[in-house]
């Protein structure tokens, strides 16, 4: 006996998603008539008939959103969460919150656990080991909306809602350049990251147009409190030590500081530092950190009303991009400007 019809093998046979097969089975609007016509035509053709049981599940809502993070214990992660939080309460469902612990195969379970426990939209952040996404387009393909934010994709045509990082570092390492550094380092995130990669290219667009050379062994791959101070030390130990640390997060900059002051090298008269996120650390630290805010409370807020709209009327095919803005903290451990 064979197998009965499934949508997924009516996506197949018109090359679409089975989600808008699904919504042109239910006679959604934004599905075109060209569309619905080829739909229901193969499906009377293929004698489709929907399963009942899988329709009784899928009609029995849970109004329960998945996040998935890298770390819960990020300050930047834990304030988007608030943000996602207020948003998702107010407007009746609950949250699921999973943590990739920066690794992939951990992201997979965490895709698996949102779909077992049929979540209704996702909103993820990647993890730095994540390089192929077909874990987390099977929650789209399978008619859960998915939003990334922070940490997205650049390859893939997806909702997100994330900050311009080139243009946040270019003006973080301005600052220290109009302050008076000239020599500045940059304790970067891994390249194989977008907000890495983007990081990069603005700090170094920004020694560009000031006429400062970029230096290789002024830059090392080191994003974590522990990978600084290996990092910082290696860099004040060269020829020519720099006299400005650009950070790719606050807990990078904290750490390339308490480095430099167990090395007696005072902060900011010898180097200065910026850091990235503007969480608490950066206020509580001697002295205080200054910082490029990231707005993470806002970043969820907005995510979640995206993934929310996503959710109530899907609209095929028009992803969105949605820029949070970005401004400097400025704070003790940066010099004056002249």
Excluded at 1 to 29: E, G, Q, Y
Excluded at 79 to 107: F, H, K, T
Excluded at 252 to 272: D, E, F, H, N, Y
Excluded at 294 to 323: C, D, F, N, S
Aim: hydrophobic share 40%.
């Amino acid at each position: 006996m064979s197998s009965p019809i499934t949508i997924k093998d009516i996506a197949k046979a018109l090359n679409i998603s089975a989600s808008t097969v699904s919504r042109a089975l239910k006679d959604h609007p934004d599905i075109s008539r060209e569309t619905k016509k080829a739909v229901n035509d193969l499906a009377a053709k293929l004698r489709y008939k929907p399963n009942a049981v899988a329709l009784s599940l899928k009609n029995s809502r849970t109004n329960t959103i998945g996040v998935i993070v890298p770390e819960l214990v990020h300050f930047f992660f834990s304030s988007v969460i608030s943000g996602i939080e207020d948003v998702a309460y107010d407007a009746g469902y609950n949250v699921m919150v999973c943590q990739s612990n920066e690794m992939y195969s951990r992201e997979i379970i965490n895709t698996q656990a949102l779909d077992s426990n049929r979540v209704e939209g996702a909103l993820v952040s990647i993890s730095k080991e994540t390089h192929d996404f077909a874990h987390l387009l099977y929650l789209e393909e399978n008619g859960i909306p998915l939003v990334f934010f922070d940490r997205a994709p650049e390859e893939l045509d997806v909702d997100k809602v994330i900050i311009d990082d080139y243009k946040a570092a270019y003006n973080a390492t301005t600052h220290l350049i109009e302050t008076g550094c000239k020599r500045i380092a940059h304790l970067a995130a891994p390249q194989t990251l977008g907000i890495g990669i983007q990081r990069m290219a603005g700090y170094k667009k920004a020694l560009e147009d000031h006429g400062i050379t970029y230096r290789e062994d002024w830059v090392i791959e080191a994003d974590s409190f522990e990978l600084a101070g290996d990092a910082t030390r290696n860099l004040m130990h060269l020829p020519t030590p720099p006299d400005a640390i650009f950070a790719v997060n606050d807990m990078t900059a904290v750490g390339a500081m308490k480095t430099l002051q167990r090395m007696s090298i005072a902060v900011p008269q010898k180097v200065a530092i910026i850091g990235f996120s503007a969480g608490f650390f950066s206020d509580i630290t001697t002295p205080t950190l200054s910082s490029v805010d990231q707005h993470g409370y806002e970043m969820g807020v907005e995510a979640a009303k995206l993934l929310l709209q996503r959710i109530e009327t899907p609209v095929e095919g028009k992803h969105k991009t949605q820029y949070i803005d970005t401004h400097l903290v400025l704070r003790e451990s940066t010099k004056r400007k002249n």
